[in-house]
């Protein structure tokens, strides 16, 4: 009898351990996390594909201090070229091969969205994507698994809207647009914070993410008569842009969505149409490694420290490798705050509640805060100025809401 109740006793143990070890998440071990994600490294949006190399280097660094609570990072990532069908393809092979245990830092508006469904009916977080959009950072109740990193882009359309109305009242604003919710909620951000207030949106052009040249787009927004144009383009377009009313001789006041900044891109816009560039407005919400002001800043030492470490091939000046460190340091921070025993549910949890006031890559006064209905954790956001040799600081803190 006392060796049959050992024998159950045993039983249970290894159905009670077997149990356990299926139940476990994949992609967590005791010693390892697996993350995945999609970017651009070729195709139309190449310039956003350091986004990952700076984030992978952060996530070697946190490693080499002893990881998150022993655990080592491992961050996957896939070049997507900025098409949607291989975004979804790509995310499936994470997934389902690889074993990830969730998705992070996927670069692209149509992209995230297309795998949002998929990765919810399957219960993979899907955190701190670069995007903005109204229907990503509003589905929390629908998609609870996907959460955004960067601010409202109607948030952002808005502050653009409201610099506006104080700055030309009179303003007649032509909008060329990516048709997709990035374009399309920029524009209506924009729109609600001048409607009744004296500038008016005389034309609008959208172009396709897969299009090859936006010159006739540009062609037609002059003949609108505007004297302010908003580019809500990613990078190549909205030189294409630049260079296009260059050509045609128009001298409108410029707005540039703020994923198309980075110094390195404005240099070449400066150089084809230094009377077009001069002056444009954007918001930020990270450090500028380029900009003098921060060159005692303990926040750049420590990035150029990780880039030479840790991505040494990596061009230190690139913003997007600053932006990638910014949103690794809050993924660190998400797994830290997961806990010990780290489930996909317990990453959510944490994601959800973040009270992050202390990012050291973004604009002092930025705090990353996040509730189970708030899924934007940026909530402000400064607008800077281009004066040919740097972005400057021409606002205090704005709200990026619509």
């Known amino acids: 009898?006392?060796?049959?109740?050992?024998?159950?006793?045993?039983?249970?143990?290894?159905?009670?351990?077997?149990?356990a070890a299926r139940a476990s998440d994949p992609g967590v071990t005791p010693t390892t996390i697996l993350l995945g994600g999609t970017v651009p490294l070729s195709?139309?949006?190449?310039?956003?594909?350091?986004?990952?190399?700076?984030?992978?280097?952060?996530?070697?660094?946190?490693?080499?201090?002893?990881?998150?609570f022993g655990r080592k990072i491992?961050?996957?990532?896939?070049?997507?070229?900025?098409?949607?069908?291989?975004t979804v393809q790509l995310t499936r092979q994470l997934v389902q091969q690889d074993k990830?245990?969730?998705?992070?830092?996927?670069?692209?508006?149509?992209?995230?969205l297309a795998i949002r469904d998929y990765l919810n009916a399957a219960?993979?977080?899907?955190?701190?994507?670069?995007?903005?959009?109204?229907?990503?950072?509003?589905?929390?109740?629908?998609?609870?698994?996907?959460?955004?990193?960067?601010?409202?882009?109607?948030?952002?359309?808005?502050?653009?809207?409201?610099?506006?109305?104080?700055?030309?009242?009179?303003?007649?604003?032509a909008v060329l647009l990516e048709n997709t919710e990035l374009g399309k909620d920029m524009t209506r951000g924009l729109s609600r914070a001048i409607a009744g207030k004296g500038p008016t949106i005389v034309a609008s052009q959208p172009y396709e993410y897969s299009a090859t040249d936006v010159s006739s787009q540009v062609a037609q927004l002059k003949t609108s008569g505007a004297d302010t144009l908003m580019l809500f383009a990613t990078p190549k377009?909205?030189?294409?842009?630049?260079?296009?009313?260059?050509?045609?001789g128009w001298k409108p006041r410029i707005y540039l969505a703020s994923i198309s900044i980075e110094p390195g891109i404005m240099a070449i816009a400066r150089l084809n149409?230094?009377?077009?560039?001069?002056?444009?407005?954007?918001?930020?919400?990270?450090?500028?490694?380029?900009?003098?002001?921060?060159?005692?800043?303990?926040?750049?030492?420590?990035?150029?420290?990780?880039?030479k470490t840790y991505d040494p091939s990596g061009k230190p000046l690139d913003v997007y490798n600053w932006y990638g460190m910014t949103v690794a340091w809050t993924m660190v921070e998400t797994l830290k705050a997961a806990g010990k025993n780290l489930t996909r549910a317990s990453l959510l949890r944490a994601a959800q509640h973040l009270n992050l006031p202390a990012n050291p890559f973004l604009l002092p006064g930025l705090t990353l805060k996040t509730g189970p209905t708030n899924y934007f954790p940026l909530a402000n956001v400064y607008l800077y100025r281009y004066d040919n040799k740097q972005w400057v600081k021409s606002s205090a803190l704005l709200p990026a809401r619509a």
């Open 237 to 248: 377009f909205m030189i294409q842009a630049i260079v296009a009313a260059h050509k045609l």
């Open 43 to 68: 195709g139309e949006a190449a310039a956003f594909g350091s986004v990952a190399p700076g984030a992978k280097a952060y996530f070697d660094y946190v490693n080499a201090k002893g990881g998150v």
């Open 123 to 173: 219960k993979v977080p899907q955190l701190f994507v670069a995007d903005g959009s109204d229907a990503l950072g509003r589905g929390y109740a629908k998609y609870p698994w996907t959460m955004g990193f960067l601010q409202s882009y109607r948030g952002e359309g808005a502050v653009y809207g409201r610099d506006i109305v104080k700055r030309a009242p009179t303003a007649k604003i």
């Open 74 to 86: 491992t961050y996957k990532y896939y070049d997507d070229a900025y098409n949607p069908a291989q």
């Open 100 to 112: 990830v245990f969730a998705i992070f830092g996927s670069v692209g508006t149509a992209n995230n």
């Open 1 to 19: 009898m006392k060796r049959a109740a050992t024998l159950a006793m045993l039983a249970l143990t290894i159905v009670g351990g077997a149990v």
């Open 273 to 307: 149409a230094p009377e077009l560039t001069n002056g444009a407005l954007s918001i930020a919400f990270v450090k500028n490694p380029n900009d003098p002001i921060w060159a005692k800043d303990p926040a750049l030492a420590l990035y150029l420290k990780i880039m």
